[in-house]
């Protein structure tokens, strides 16, 4: 990438691609520049256009790539770049919506009703789990 798509980006468009870099939820992005998500969301693809690339990781990695100074970028914050420090498996944990903080999402990402059915399969394969090691242990002790 060259200086000169990087300079066509607003500092709007910089702000907006930085909370990507740090894993940022549009609507966190939003709230944090105190604009609607909608707005954010055009910054990004304005900005991921203006780069010349077709999706936002692609666009968020090149830019630390090619300017690592940029303050507030986290390379390890994105998919794909410090691969050995940040297995796969963690990062596409990390992207899940849960109804718990995780270390790389400190907010809740489901609404109510997310939360309560997630918290109800959880239960219920703690059950479920409960229920076959009981099973399993009834039939090895008739055995004996």
């Known amino acids: 990438m060259d200086d000169s798509r990087l300079s066509l980006l607003t500092p709007r468009e910089l702000e907006c691609l930085r909370g990507v870099a740090q894993y940022k939820r549009t609507k966190d ?9 909608k707005t954010v969301d055009a910054y990004i693809a304005s900005a991921v256009r203006k780069l010349g690339f077709t999706d936002r990781d692609s666009a968020v990695r090149a830019l630390v790539a090619h300017n690592p100074e940029l303050g507030g970028f986290s390379s390890s914050a994105i998919s794909g770049v410090e691969a050995a420090i940040v ?25 109510y009703p997310g939360t309560v ?3 109800i399969i959880a239960a219920s394969m703690m059950v479920a789990a409960a229920s ?9 002790t008739e055995r004996l």
Request: net charge negative; hydrophobic share 50%.
């Open 87 to 111: 297995p796969v498996a963690g990062s596409l944990l990390g992207r899940l919506p849960w109804p718990f903080p995780t270390q790389e999402r400190p907010a809740n990402d489901l609404g």
């Open 29 to 37: 992005i939003a709230i944090e520049l105190d604009l609607s998500p």
């Open 132 to 140: 076959l090691y009981m099973l399993v242990i009834r039939m090895l």
């Open 117 to 119: 059915a997630a918290v």
